[in-house]
């Protein structure tokens, strides 16, 4: 679902019929309408390899055989390996600080618990699938990450205000009757505390009834950015993106309280009426018009466009709340090419490839149609002898009346048909030219079901790695740009309410025998459950640091997993033991422990070495406290 910034606040109530022009939301819709229409092959590209990969012909009968337009739709297959490959969970995070003193493990701890929980709320495994789905059809895949408070309106104060309103009114006219100096000031007194009293209750008003991150899937062709962005990578910076939404016109004038009359129509197909022919007089609440969101870098501001409009539909704001980054888009591109914004996407590789392939699968088909089985017979042979022939059954004998015995054999001749070259159909130069251009082989499309030997599987295994591992960084690059943003929004809006709500109260600290400890001045001992600094806006985007742990967005392999742990868990048993046996005789267990981290990074970073060692100061401590018991009894004279 695309939506725009939401500023309930900044609407107003009544509908202004006729809003004056603004020079500066016509010179906007002039820039717009250049961006469009040199944007506007790419966009129909991209609607026409959404086509291609649905394989449906829409316009036909929807029993009839042209409904389906490829007899096997390549394409499709190769998505639908790819994508649970490249992306099929969701991300495990690391946050890290990026600088010594600010280092806080209950802080780092807090924040990936609450960014894990808002990150899932948003449904980041659901539209990052579907921007991994846009990018091997589209080129790139885009989505906008906003912060977003839902604000309710309190019945209880709402009446409480109404009745305060209605004692100031009544005080008001109560005072301008009044001729006696001392009752004046004393009911002026008491108006002036009413209206205290209103503004408090103000404030109360209007209450958040849930925030928190919102994920928003935009559609390629929906998100415009500046022409002059050659390069990719540098929509970043980009002098302004803006962002189209096709909404009626009734919610558009019910949203924004303007009249849009001269609003250019779209069909349902995103194609524009001609408002030339249009009759004004006649236009419906339900017809689709476009909404720009424009966010400017140059100005650091928001404005709110329709298309055809010289007007803003919202007075332009700056952004509410965004991370270090002006611009809330993320794009996810699969391929670059340097000097070009646009690069071929899988559908562009394949698309001739699979028509090539359908086509020669066609041609083996009507040849296979035409080799009919059937028999050729004289004009002497009377029908009755046919009909006998065709309708004899297994094991009866059939006498053809007009058939002399001499000549049966030259009675019923079979058809000949010359013979189907192989080579003429053979479709697997195709195959490898998409396994040259995809990077796909035929082990992921499933042509392949066993390799013959280990060293063939090992070869298919690397280089099929090799291959998806590139669409899986780039993914994770795209996702850690995001956690990192999100992580910056949620430091700078989330309070310390919000914080214990998620990661729970603080909670008392027990002794052994599940009493509560107590502080030298009679007070409970609490043991923190999170850390949530106060961190100004330039700290935040300095002290903390959100990164992706490798690998952990793909399809697991269980069972490499577990082979991979068997082999490596005797190594870890044997080095905690070590670090065991080492700080139990007082020596040093350094080494052991460097091996330890060493060979857990190595095998996946995603564990954490804290989890394996040992409680060496226990170990010590107990070390210690035998070597003591050793020594008493030689000082104790009663055991000398």
Not at 196 to 220: C, F, N, P, Y
């Amino acid at each position: 679902m695309e939506r725009l910034e939401d500023m309930n606040s900044e609407i107003g109530e009544a509908i202004e019929e006729q809003p004056e022009v603004d020079p500066l939301a016509k010179a906007w819709g002039k820039r717009l309408a250049k961006a469009q229409k040199y944007w506007g092959p790419f966009f129909k590209r991209c609607k026409h390899n959404r086509k291609l990969v649905q394989n449906f012909n829409t316009q036909a009968e929807a029993n009839s055989e042209d409904y389906v337009k490829y007899r096997a739709n390549l394409i499709l297959g190769m998505i639908n390996v790819l994508l649970p490959t490249i992306y099929s969970r969701n991300p495990d995070l690391v946050v890290q600080p990026r600088q010594q003193q600010f280092k806080s493990t209950l802080f780092c701890k807090t924040l990936e618990t609450i960014l894990n929980r808002q990150l899932e709320d948003a449904n980041l495994k659901l539209w990052g699938a579907e921007v991994v789905r846009a990018a091997l059809i589209c080129s790139y895949g885009a989505v906008k990450v906003l912060y977003q408070k839902d604000i309710h309106q309190d019945p209880e104060i709402i009446n409480r205000l109404e009745d305060t309103q209605d004692n100031i009114r009544t005080l008001e006219q109560l005072i301008t009757r009044i001729e006696d100096d001392q009752d004046r000031a004393s009911k002026e007194a008491e108006l002036e505390e009413l209206k205290q009293v209103m503004r408090g209750l103000e404030s109360k008003a209007e209450v958040v009834a849930s925030e928190g991150l919102v994920i928003d899937r935009v559609m390629t062709d929906n998100l415009l950015i500046d022409p002059t962005c050659q390069n990719f990578d540098d929509y970043r910076n980009a002098n302004w993106i803006a962002q189209m939404i096709f909404m009626t016109r009734d919610d558009v004038e019910s949203r924004y309280k303007k009249k849009i009359r001269k609003a250019t129509t779209f069909n349902y197909d995103g194609s524009a009426v001609d408002n030339q022919a249009q009759d004004l007089d006649k236009v419906s609440d339900d017809d689709q018009v476009l909404v720009y969101e424009i966010w400017d870098k140059r100005s650091q501001m928001v404005y709110t466009l329709c298309d055809g409009c010289d007007f803003w539909l919202r007075d332009p704001y700056p952004p509410p709340v965004n991370g270090r980054r002006f611009y809330p888009f993320f794009l996810l591109p699969f391929n670059k090419i340097d000097g070009c914004f646009v690069a071929p996407s899988l559908v562009d590789l394949s698309e001739k490839l699979q028509a090539e392939h359908n086509q020669i699968r066609e041609k083996l088909v009507e040849n296979r149609d035409f080799i009919v089985p059937g028999y050729i017979a004289g004009n002497d042979v009377k029908v009755k002898d046919v009909e006998s022939f065709q309708k004899s059954g297994v094991g009866e004998i059939t006498i053809l009346k007009g058939v002399d015995s001499s000549e049966l054999q030259k009675a019923f001749v079979p058809k000949q048909f010359p013979p189907i070259d192989p080579s003429l159909y053979d479709t697997s130069p195709i195959r490898m030219d998409i396994e040259q251009c995809v990077g796909l082989q035929d082990a992921a499309r499933s042509s392949i079901n066993k390799a013959k030997t280990a060293t063939e599987a090992e070869i298919m295994n690397n280089s099929l790695s090799a291959r998806i591992s590139m669409f899986q960084d780039w993914t994770e690059e795209f996702l850690s740009e995001l956690c990192q943003y999100a992580g910056q929004i949620l430091l700078l809006e989330l309070n310390e309410g919000a914080v214990e709500r998620i990661m729970g109260a603080p909670q008392p600290v027990l002794d052994e025998n599940g009493l509560p400890i107590q502080n030298p001045d009679g007070s409970l001992k609490f043991e923190k459950t999170y850390d949530w600094p106060q961190l100004s806006r330039d700290e935040v985007f300095e002290q903390i640091n959100v990164k992706i742990r490798a690998g952990s967005t793909g399809k697991p392999n269980r069972i490499e997993e577990q082979e991979a742990w068997g082999r490596i868990l005797p190594s870890l048993i044997q080095l905690a033991q070590l670090i065991s046996q080492s700080a139990a005789q007082g020596m040093d267990y350094k080494p052991f422990e460097a091996m330890l981290t060493e060979t857990l990074n190595r095998f996946d970073d995603r564990m954490d070495v804290k989890d394996f060692m040992p409680n060496v100061e226990a170990l010590q401590t107990q070390a210690q406290q035998t070597q003591q018991a050793q020594v008493m009894p030689q000082n104790n004279p009663q055991f000398q």
